[in-house]
């Protein structure tokens, strides 16, 4: 299934080689980060995304999906490390509103944490920093996804992770179809 624009994917953080050093670094380097060094980490890598990757690929005319961005930010450092500090969330809105770009859309795909936690140990894959958490921290990072998704529900879009991946497709296209057909990108 095509939307027959071009479209550029990248992942947050990563998608240039500084990012993906920052990357390695957050997730995978024994150090002991605090939760603000990890945080403007996240933002460095993110404004490095936006300065060589997604600003250069708008001005091209090009859609960007990214793979996570500031939203997650919110909903791990400052819910579920911070769990919901007043300081650490204004300091992520703080370096937000910093940010010349932002999505025009985000799709959260939602599902209860016992279920993620089944599918990530069926997947097999080696955990990072942070999903090696626990399920309080997850719970925490689910109610931060949840408020910025009841505060900004014409940006940030949930969608029911708990269907088939074949409908979750469909919905997200036909969500976006019908977005950028409002913005005039597809005619209707
Ligand atoms: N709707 C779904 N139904 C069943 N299994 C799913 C569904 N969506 C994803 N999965 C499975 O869950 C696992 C994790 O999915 P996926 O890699 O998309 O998650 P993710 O949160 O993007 O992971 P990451 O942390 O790497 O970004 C995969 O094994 C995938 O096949
Ligand atoms: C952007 C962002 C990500 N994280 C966490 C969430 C995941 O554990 C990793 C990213 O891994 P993925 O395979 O690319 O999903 O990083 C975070 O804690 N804070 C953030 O801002």
Redesign the pocket.
């Known amino acids: 299934m095509a939307l027959d624009l071009p479209v550029i994917q990248t992942?947050d953080p990563g998608g240039t080689a500084a990012g993906e050093a920052i990357r390695n670094l957050l997730l995978f380097e024994k150090a002991d980060l605090s939760i603000t060094a990890q945080v403007l980490l996240f933002f460095a890598a993110r404004d490095q995304a936006l300065n060589e990757v997604i600003r250069p690929s708008l001005l091209d005319g090009k859609i960007v999906m990214t793979?996570?961005h500031t939203l997650s930010t919110l909903a791990y450092q400052g819910y579920g490390l911070a769990k919901g500090d007043e300081g650490t969330l204004e300091m992520i809105s703080t370096l937000d509103r910093t940010m010349p770009v932002r999505p025009d859309i985000t799709f959260w795909?939602d599902?209860p944490v016992s279920i993620?936690s089944q599918?990530?140990e069926?997947?097999n894959?080696g955990s990072?920093r942070l999903?090696s958490n626990g399920a309080d921290f997850f719970e925490r990072v689910r109610t931060g996804y949840s408020e910025a998704w009841k505060k900004n529900p014409e940006r940030i879009i949930r969608i029911d992770?708990?269907?088939?991946?074949s409908?979750?497709t469909l919905e997200i296209m036909s969500i976006l179809k019908q977005s950028m057909a409002e913005k005039a990108i597809l005619s209707a």
């Open positions: 992942r793979d996570r795909l599902v993620s599918r990530t069926a997947r894959a990072d999903e992770g708990t269907k088939e991946q409908l979750i």
